[in-house]
């Protein structure tokens, strides 16, 4: 009789146990659904917030590295060596939003150390030099004609930082219009540009009037966040003159601030290829007819912070 009644007992508590396993679910779909309907909420206010006028701000950035150290490893050339690569990436934005004006102002840099100390070589350079070196700061300022057009004037300004600082540098103030025809996209055309550059050799490097161009797509979705700009000056003195850059950068955040992130650039840049040539020995060029201007690339893959 007393197995039975356990047996009747035990029996009891695992449906007892079972039925609160459903309750407790049941509990936590109601929950999620409140939680789903507050998110959206949450999401329609952050909307507003954002459509009203005032200041927006943001960065993010991609950190890259690695070091390395040898000792009597025969297998390799240099069998003691300590080596090294560090680098990183910055994209960041202060926009003023009023209804009847803007003014966008936004960095961009990507700066790139890497080192090969050779212990065996007392006469090598065993300290991290520059190699990726790229500085652009542009400002933006429009008044309002209708909701997608605006009259505008651009200042933008790009050198090195670490190596050749403002040789070149290329600073660009212009007039003209600027287009959004979807939000984050900016749109920007001055057909009256003035390309004033900076440089030790006046023999080629030269400024001019001429267009400028420049198309800027910003955006964050959920962890992603990505940049691309496109910027490019076609000159009216000579097509010698003319230029363009194209930076793209991405990072998808992994846990809190922290994630993966990706850059890469490309450049066009005919004076900068004639003034490399001339700098060899020989000099692989005589002027612009000659020159071979090679597609200028660069990336950087590493963690990503999110500011």
């Known amino acids: 009789m007393k197995r039975i ?3 009747l007992c035990f029996i009891g508590m695992v449906s007892a146990n079972a039925q609160t ?3 407790l679910q049941a509990q936590k779909a109601e929950k999620q659904a409140e939680a789903n309907a507050a998110q959206k909420e949450v999401k329609a206010i952050q909307a507003k917030i954002d459509a009203l006028p005032g200041w927006r701000t943001g960065a993010f950035g991609t950190i890259g590295g690695s070091l390395s150290n040898f000792n009597n490893w025969y297998a390799q050339g240099t069998p003691n060596n300590a ?3 560090i680098g990183f990436t910055l994209n960041a934005f202060a926009n003023l939003i009023e209804d009847k004006f803007f003014w966008r102002n936004s960095l961009t840099t990507n700066l790139n150390w890497v080192k090969l100390d050779d212990k065996d070589n007392p006469n090598d350079d065993d300290s991290f030099n520059p190699t990726t070196d790229v500085f652009n700061l542009s400002s933006l300022y429009g008044r309002n004609i209708t909701k997608t057009l605006a009259a505008s004037g651009l200042m933008e300004y790009r050198t090195t930082l670490l190596d050749n600082f403002n040789d070149p540098g290329y600073l660009d103030l212009g007039i003209g219009a600027t287009w959004t025809p979807i939000t ?5 055309i001055h057909p009256l540009n003035y390309n004033i550059v900076f440089a030790d050799n006046d023999a080629v490097f030269d400024s001019s ?4 161009i420049v198309a800027d797509y910003t955006r964050q979705i959920g962890a992603v966040n990505f940049k691309t700009n496109f910027s490019t000056f076609q000159s009216y ?3 010698d003159l003319s230029n363009f850059t194209w930076t793209n950068s991405f990072s998808y955040t992994l846990w809190k601030m922290i994630g993966v992130g990706f850059d890469f650039g490309l450049r066009s840049n005919k004076q900068e290829a ?3 040539a001339l700098a ?4 692989t060029a005589t002027g612009f007819d000659d020159v071979d201007n090679k597609l200028q690339t660069y990336y950087t893959v590493g963690v990503s912070y999110k500011f």
């Open 274 to 276: 004639l003034n490399y």
């Open 184 to 188: 984050n996209l900016i749109v920007v």
């Open 21 to 23: 396993k459903e309750e």
């Open 237 to 239: 003195k000579s097509s």
């Open 209 to 212: 009037l001429g267009a400028k």
């Open 280 to 283: 060899q020995d020989p000099p």
């Open 5 to 7: 009644l356990l047996f």
């Open 83 to 85: 080596s090294g690569n």
